[in-house]
T-cell receptor, first 108, second 113 residues
């Protein structure tokens, strides 16, 4: 069965420090992975998807099929990056499987 | 924000009572989803719809039913609410239902006492 694991419930870093939010998945098919973000008092929204190979707000994520990972990275964290981050896997049933989420706290 | 509204936004109800949550969209998207968000579990899919009158179960569908009689409305019903259904419920929509982006509503906080 498909599964998405985000091992950290909370990640706290200082402004300017590098950030890596971990995501591992298990899926027998060809994976399609996404990162969604929920800022305080805002709706959950798409941050980036692996197929686009884009950088959004300085964040990047590379799909590593060998390690079944899709970690989200940013070289220099900003206070406005503080939010809840969810990794999600498209499983081909017209729906997404989400991880349990990681709260990123960027301290000044 | 995409044109998605949820009603009510907050509700407190007693165990055993029926509850219906409504999701309304103005985007004419074909796919609609209901998720629940719980600490430590993230978002879990309850039911989804891939067209009018076409629905399917998600990961945590027990105790929930859905209906979609119009493109713009997707209703989630708890036939007999239990305390374990206390959660935040999110509706989402998607135009293609595959790898396309899902747009989320503001959420409904439901408390079952």
């Amino acid at each position: 069965a498909q599964r998405v694991t985000q091992p950290e419930k909370l990640l706290s870093v200082f402004k300017g420090a590098p950030v890596e939010l971990k995501c591992n998945y298990s899926y027998s098919g060809s994976p399609e992975l996404f990162w969604y973000v929920q800022y305080s008092r805002q709706r959950l929204q798409l941050l980036l998807r692996h197929i686009s190979r884009e950088s959004i707000k300085g964040f990047t994520a590379d799909l590593n099929k060998g390690e079944t990972s899709f970690h989200l990275k940013k070289p220099f964290a900003q206070e406005e990056d503080s939010a809840m981050y969810y990794c999600a896997l498209y499983t081909g049933r017209r729906a997404l499987t989400f991880g349990s989420g990681t709260r990123l706290q960027v301290q000044p | 924000d995409a044109g998605i509204t949820q009603s009510p936004r907050h509700k407190v109800t007693e165990t055993g009572t029926p509850v219906t949550l409504r999701c309304h969209q103005t985007e004419n998207h074909r796919y609609m989803y209901w998720y629940r968000q719980d600490p430590g579990h993230g978002l879990r899919l309850i039911h989804y719809s891939y067209g009018v009158k076409d629905t399917d179960k998600g990961e945590v569908s027990d105790g929930y039913s859905v209906s979609r009689s119009k493109t713009e409305d997707f209703l989630l019903t708890l036939e007999s609410a239990t305390s374990s259904q206390t959660s935040v419920y999110f509706c989402a929509i998607s135009d293609r239902g595959d790898r396309s982006e899902q747009y989320f509503g503001p959420g409904t906080r439901l408390t079952v006492t």
